[in-house]
């Protein structure tokens, strides 16, 4: 099974700034998403990170507010731009086991903008 | 639009009792259906997967029962242990990418000793 560290864990952060969220695979996969998870509610799908190429966004996302890269197959990264209150959440990301449809996620990260 | 319901109330119960707990779907036609458990601070982690052509799933205390035509799955902990306590999520799946993964809110049980 696949081990993410995703960093940092937490941030407190002033409105109008952007966070990036570093996400690293110990093994090369293939698909690996970015989820958000508001207080009480289900897991929301941001992107899919590409490889190589464009980040592929879900309804409601853009790249101008979630910049992603993926510059190989261990590494991505999410960037919150622009950040008001409403983007405090938990952000996660997550890889897929190959021929399994598997999830493992990384342990997140609880972001808080004042 | 796809609809997934978890028991909306958390759930308590005494340690060593069995807990039950229920995914309903709706507006969804599932390839499969997994189960995922989340602890404070964590992210999920996979526990159980089980596709539209069976009926049930195990493995150790969990049990995970799957029924297309109530559109409805069941996920059991038996022997329950103050451990066990979580947030778990249920995920509905199409064939061909997780991308298709939707997720429930989740139930928080709480095993109390």
């Known amino acids: 099974s696949a081990v993410i560290s995703q960093k940092p864990s937490r941030d407190i952060c002033q409105r109008g700034t952007s966070l990036t969220i570093q996400c690293q695979v110990d093994?090369?996969?293939?698909?690996m998403f970015w989820y958000r998870q508001q207080p009480g509610q289900s897991l929301t799908l941001i992107a899919t990170a590409n490889q190589g190429s464009e980040a592929t966004y879900e309804s409601g996302f853009v790249i101008d507010k979630f910049p992603i890269s993926r510059p190989n197959l261990t590494f991505s990264t999410l960037t919150v731009s622009n950040m008001s209150p409403e983007d405090s959440s938990i952000y996660l990301c997550?890889?897929?086991?190959?021929?399994?449809?598997?999830?493992?996620f990384g342990s997140g990260t609880q972001l808080s903008v004042l | 639009s796809q609809k997934i319901e978890q028991n909306s109330e958390a759930l308590n119960i005494q340690e060593g009792k069995t807990a039950t707990l229920t995914c309903n779907y709706t507006?969804?036609?599932?390839?499969?259906l997994q189960w995922y458990r989340q602890d404070p601070g964590r992210g999920p982690v996979f526990l159980l997967l089980i596709r539209e052509n069976e009926k049930e799933k195990r493995k150790e205390r969990l049990k995970v029962t799957f029924d297309t035509t109530l559109k409805q799955s069941l996920f059991h902990i038996t022997a329950s242990q103050p451990a066990d306590s979580a947030t778990y999520l249920c995920?509905?799946?199409?064939?061909?990418?997780?991308?298709?993964?939707?997720f429930g809110s989740g139930t928080q049980l709480t095993v109390l000793p």
């Open positions: 995920a509905l799946g199409s064939s061909g990418s997780a991308r298709q993964l939707t």
């Open positions: 093994s090369q996969v293939t698909m």
């Open positions: 507006n969804y036609s599932p390839a499969y």
């Open positions: 997550s890889v897929l086991e190959v021929n399994n449809e598997k999830l493992f």
